[in-house]
């Protein structure tokens, strides 16, 4: 806090208290890339897929409680991407679907007070904490091919209907032709909250000091593990200058 800033009004207020949150920055390598239909026959004849452009489509966040830790609680989001590439020969453009998933724990407290209020809404004190995930865009790093390999294949993954939908046609979910996968950088914030009233003043954003765990710090992930957590990308900034880091590292990875 600046030694100007001084205190000149206490506000009480009802809102959700943070009761703990982390930030984190993940490098998803070899995801699987469900293609469109429309984009399997260049992903076939292609020597190699350029990455091109990678957009979070949605975050799937559900929270658990753990029964041997009194108070925490794990938070598993399942992101789903809308990824893009060009292909070599004939610069085609081919996207398709990515899923990642990662789980960490946080502290979400207890409560055992019932809440009714006059529009008819009840709250239960000993119900689960909100779980938030705030994200950006992803960074996408890579692009790889594979040819189909004979054997036994898992079944292929459950896509929510809205998911699907947001492509415009059939993504190709089977083992049966060659494979694209890719690799990206994820900025994030994650949080459990809870309904509370408090006294407090403000002075400026609050962000996590802590980093998720487990985190991913692969080798082939060391160029992203550099680029500077985008605070700017998820508070708005006091002046009209930019996050250079993670927009340029963006902009030059994805043309």
Known sequence: ???????????????RKIYDSCRDKDCAEDLRVYPTASSQPYIDSAFSVRPSAATLLYADVQVDEISFN?????????????????????ENAVHGLAVFNKRVMLFGSEGSAKVFASDGSFSDGNAQPVAVAECVDPIILNMK????????????RQ???????????????????????????QFSILRLERDSQLVLPVYDYCLPDKECEPGIQDDPCTMFSRINFPVDEFFPPDSIETAEDYRSAKQNLEG
Do not use: K
């Open 145 to 156: 091919l594979a040819d189909a390999v004979p054997g036994p294949r898992p079944e292929p």
């Open 1 to 15: 806090m600046a030694e100007s800033q001084e205190i000149t009004e206490a506000v009480c207020v009802h809102t």
């Open 70 to 90: 009194r108070g925490y609680y794990t938070v598993d989001v399942t992101y789903f991407y809308d990824v893009a590439g060009v292909t070599f020969p004939g």
């Open 159 to 185: 896509i929510p209907q809205n998911i699907m939908d947001y492509f415009g046609e059939e993504l190709v979910l089977a083992d049966c032709c060659r494979t694209l996968t890719c690799t990206l950088g």
